[in-house]
C-alpha cells in the first residue's frame, strides 16, 4: 500500500504545481488577443498581481472595442483601475454556476470594494440568471440596470480562478467619477521624518534631480532612501562626483513605477530607474529572499528595511546602504597583501656550540619548511635552541629505556 500512497502523494504535489502557475491572469488573456487591451490595464493600474495573489477570484473581461470605448473618454490611470476593480468579483463563478444561480440573483463583492475607496455600496455587482441562456452584470449603484450580459468563459480553474467574458463596461457613477489628482507629496519631508534626512536634503539641494522626481509623480514613483547613517558615510564619495554624476546617482535611487512590497516581492529581476537613458543602462536587480527584498548592483547590495509611505501613486522605502551604479564607480581593487615576515636567516645567529662540526647546509639561510619533517638532526637543533627560547620545547625520546631509568627521567622534564 506504500507505493500507491506515495503515488498519489507525487500526484498531488504535482497538481498543486500546476494550479499555482496556472492562476496568472495576464498568462489566461495573453492567449486570447481580442483581450490584449484589458489585459495591458491590469498590468498598469498593478491589478495583475492583486489577482494572482487571491486564491478565490471571477475576472470579468471586455474585448478591445468596450475597452477602447472607456478609454477615449481620457480617464486617468487611476480612475481606470477604479473602474477594472469592479470588472473583479472576489467569489467563483465559473460558467455552470452563473446558471445556478440561488434564487436566481446573486451580490458580488468586487476589488473595488475591497479597496475601501467606494462608497456605500458602489463596489458590488449583481448577478442574474435571466434564463435563456443569458446572464446578466451590473454595478448595485446602477439603479438596478444590468447593462453587460455574459459572452463565453475563457478559462476556469474551478473554485480557484475563472476568467469570464462579458459584453461590456459596467458603468458606476462613483468608479467612473474622476479620481483626484495626486498631490505633489513632500517627497523630501516624508524621507526627513522617517530617518532618511541626509538624502533628503541632498536631493532638495539637486534640482535637477528633485525636478525629476516631481515630475515623475503623477505616472507613478518607487523611491528607495538611504537610512542617515548610510548615506553619511558614504557623502565623501558623492562630493567628488561631477556635478551631472551627482544628480544620476540620486535618480538612480528612484523607479518610474508605483510599486507596493507585495509587487517587488513578486516581480524580481532588472529594474530601469530615473537615470536610465538609451546611453546608460542603470538599472539594478530585485531579489528576494523570504520576506527580505534586496535590490543590487555590480558594487553594492542594499536590503529594505521600512515602508515609509506607500499610497498609489507613490511609494518610499528606507534601504541600509547606498546604491552604487556600475556606470559611475569602478569595482574597488583589491587591497595589497601584505609584506612578507623577514626570514629567519636575518635574525642574530644562535651562538655556536662547541665541539660541533660544522656541516655545508650551515651556509644556506635557516628555513623550517625547508627541512625534512623528521630528520635525525632536529633533536639535536632543539636541544641547542632551548637556552635562546622563552618556550621549552619538549622533545619526544623514543629509546628502550629500563623501566627504572625512565621514571626517572619523566620525573625530571
Same mark, same amino acid.
Given at each position: 500500500?506504500?507505493?500507491? &500512497?506515495?503515488?498519489?502523494?507525487?500526484?498531488?504535489?504535482? $497538481?498543486?504545481?500546476?494550479?499555482? *502557475?496556472?492562476?496568472?491572469? &495576464?498568462?489566461?488573456?495573453?492567449? /486570447?488577443? *481580442?483581450?490584449?487591451? #484589458?489585459?495591458?490595464?491590469?498590468?498598469?493600474?498593478?491589478?495583475?498581481?492583486?489577482?494572482?495573489?487571491?486564491?478565490?477570484? +471571477?475576472?470579468? %473581461?471586455?474585448?478591445?472595442?468596450?475597452?477602447?470605448? !472607456? $478609454?477615449?473618454? /481620457?480617464?486617468?490611470?487611476?480612475?481606470?483601475?477604479?473602474?477594472?476593480?469592479?470588472?473583479?468579483?472576489?467569489?467563483?463563478?465559473?460558467?455552470?454556476?452563473? /446558471?445556478?444561480?440561488?434564487?436566481?440573483? %446573486?451580490?458580488?463583492?468586487?476589488?473595488?470594494?475591497?479597496?475601501?475607496?467606494?462608497?456605500?455600496?458602489?463596489?458590488?455587482?449583481?448577478?442574474?440568471?435571466?434564463?435563456?441562456?443569458?446572464?446578466?452584470?451590473?454595478?448595485?449603484?446602477?439603479?438596478?440596470?444590468?447593462?453587460? +450580459?455574459?459572452?463565453?468563459?475563457?478559462? *476556469?480553474?474551478?473554485?480557484?480562478?475563472?476568467?469570464?467574458?462579458?459584453?461590456?463596461? !459596467? =458603468?458606476?457613477?462613483?468608479?467612473?467619477?474622476?479620481?483626484?489628482?495626486?498631490?505633489?507629496?513632500?517627497?523630501?519631508?516624508?524621507?526627513?521624518?522617517?530617518?532618511?534626512?541626509?538624502?533628503?536634503?541632498?536631493?532638495?539641494?539637486?534640482?535637477?534631480?528633485?525636478?525629476?522626481?516631481?515630475?515623475?509623480?503623477?505616472?507613478?514613483?518607487?523611491? #528607495?532612501?538611504?537610512?542617515?547613517?548610510?548615506?553619511?558615510?558614504?557623502?565623501?564619495?558623492?562630493?567628488?562626483?561631477?556635478?551631472?554624476?551627482? @544628480?544620476?546617482?540620486?535618480?538612480?535611487?528612484?523607479?518610474?513605477?508605483?510599486?507596493?512590497?507585495?509587487?517587488?516581492?513578486?516581480?524580481?529581476?532588472?529594474?530601469?530607474?530615473?537615470?536610465?537613458?538609451?546611453?546608460?543602462?542603470?538599472?539594478?536587480? @530585485?531579489?528576494?529572499?523570504? *520576506?527580505?527584498?534586496?535590490?543590487?548592483?555590480?558594487?553594492?547590495?542594499?536590503?529594505?528595511?521600512?515602508?515609509?509611505?506607500?499610497?498609489?501613486?507613490?511609494?518610499?522605502?528606507?534601504?541600509?546602504?547606498? !546604491?552604487?551604479?556600475?556606470?559611475?564607480?569602478?569595482?574597488?581593487?583589491?587591497?595589497?597583501?601584505?609584506? =612578507?615576515?623577514?626570514?629567519?636567516?636575518?635574525?642574530?645567529?644562535?651562538?655556536?656550540?662547541?665541539?660541533?662540526?660544522?656541516?655545508?647546509?650551515?651556509?644556506?639561510?635557516?628555513?623550517?619548511?625547508?627541512?625534512?619533517?623528521?630528520?635525525?638532526?632536529?633533536?639535536?637543533?632543539?636541544?641547542?635552541?632551548?637556552?635562546?627560547?622563552?618556550?621549552?620545547?619538549?622533545?619526544?625520546?623514543?629509546?628502550?629505556?629500563?623501566?627504572?631509568?625512565?621514571?626517572?627521567?619523566?620525573?625530571?622534564?
Amino acid at each position: 500500500m506504500q507505493a500507491p &500512497t506515495a503515488a498519489l502523494a507525487a500526484a498531488l504535489f504535482l $497538481l498543486c504545481l500546476f494550479v499555482s *502557475e496556472a492562476h496568472n491572469i &495576464t498568462h489566461i488573456l495573453a492567449k /486570447h488577443p *481580442e483581450f490584449s487591451t #484589458f489585459n495591458r490595464y491590469l498590468t498598469l493600474t498593478h491589478l495583475a498581481p492583486e489577482v494572482n495573489s487571491r486564491t478565490t477570484i +471571477t475576472v470579468c %473581461a471586455v474585448d478591445n472595442a468596450a475597452m477602447e470605448d !472607456l $478609454l477615449s473618454k /481620457h480617464p486617468s490611470i487611476y480612475t481606470v483601475k477604479n473602474i477594472l476593480s469592479l470588472h473583479v468579483l472576489l467569489d467563483y463563478f465559473g460558467a455552470k454556476k452563473l /446558471h445556478q444561480i440561488t434564487n436566481g440573483t %446573486a451580490l458580488a463583492a468586487t476589488m473595488y470594494q475591497a479597496t475601501g475607496s467606494a462608497p456605500g455600496s458602489a463596489g458590488f455587482v449583481n448577478i442574474t440568471d435571466l434564463h435563456g441562456g443569458k446572464v446578466g452584470f451590473g454595478a448595485e449603484n446602477n439603479d438596478g440596470t444590468l447593462s453587460a +450580459t455574459f459572452v463565453k468563459s475563457v478559462e *476556469e480553474i474551478p473554485y480557484n480562478i475563472s476568467v469570464i467574458e462579458i459584453s461590456g463596461i !459596467l =458603468p458606476s457613477a462613483a468608479a467612473e467619477a474622476p479620481a483626484p489628482a495626486p498631490s505633489r507629496q513632500n517627497l523630501t519631508g516624508i524621507m526627513s521624518k522617517h530617518g532618511c534626512k541626509v538624502f533628503a536634503d541632498t536631493l532638495s539641494a539637486s534640482k535637477d534631480a528633485l525636478g525629476t522626481f516631481t515630475d515623475t509623480l503623477d505616472g507613478g514613483l518607487t523611491v #528607495f532612501c538611504p537610512l542617515d547613517d548610510a548615506f553619511k558615510s558614504f557623502l565623501p564619495k558623492f562630493k567628488n562626483l561631477t556635478a551631472s554624476a551627482k @544628480v544620476q546617482l540620486l535618480e538612480f535611487h528612484g523607479v518610474p513605477v508605483y510599486q507596493s512590497l507585495a509587487t517587488l516581492k513578486s516581480n524580481n529581476g532588472l529594474q530601469n530607474t530615473l537615470a536610465t537613458d538609451g546611453a546608460n543602462n542603470f538599472d539594478f536587480t @530585485v531579489q528576494n529572499d523570504g *520576506e527580505q527584498v534586496t535590490l543590487k548592483t555590480r558594487l553594492s547590495t542594499a536590503k529594505i528595511t521600512d515602508t515609509l509611505f506607500d499610497e498609489q501613486p507613490l511609494a518610499v522605502f528606507a534601504i541600509n546602504k547606498v !546604491l552604487q551604479p556600475k556606470e559611475l564607480f569602478k569595482a574597488e581593487s583589491p587591497a595589497p597583501s601584505p609584506a =612578507p615576515e623577514p626570514a629567519a636567516a636575518d635574525a642574530p645567529s644562535p651562538p655556536k656550540k662547541k665541539g660541533k662540526k660544522k656541516t655545508p647546509a650551515a651556509d644556506a639561510p635557516a628555513d623550517d619548511s625547508d627541512a625534512p619533517a623528521d630528520s635525525p638532526g632536529d633533536s639535536a637543533d632543539d636541544t641547542a635552541d632551548d637556552s635562546n627560547s622563552a618556550v621549552r620545547r619538549y622533545v619526544s625520546v623514543v629509546l628502550p629505556l629500563p623501566l627504572p631509568l625512565a621514571l626517572a627521567l619523566s620525573l625530571c622534564f
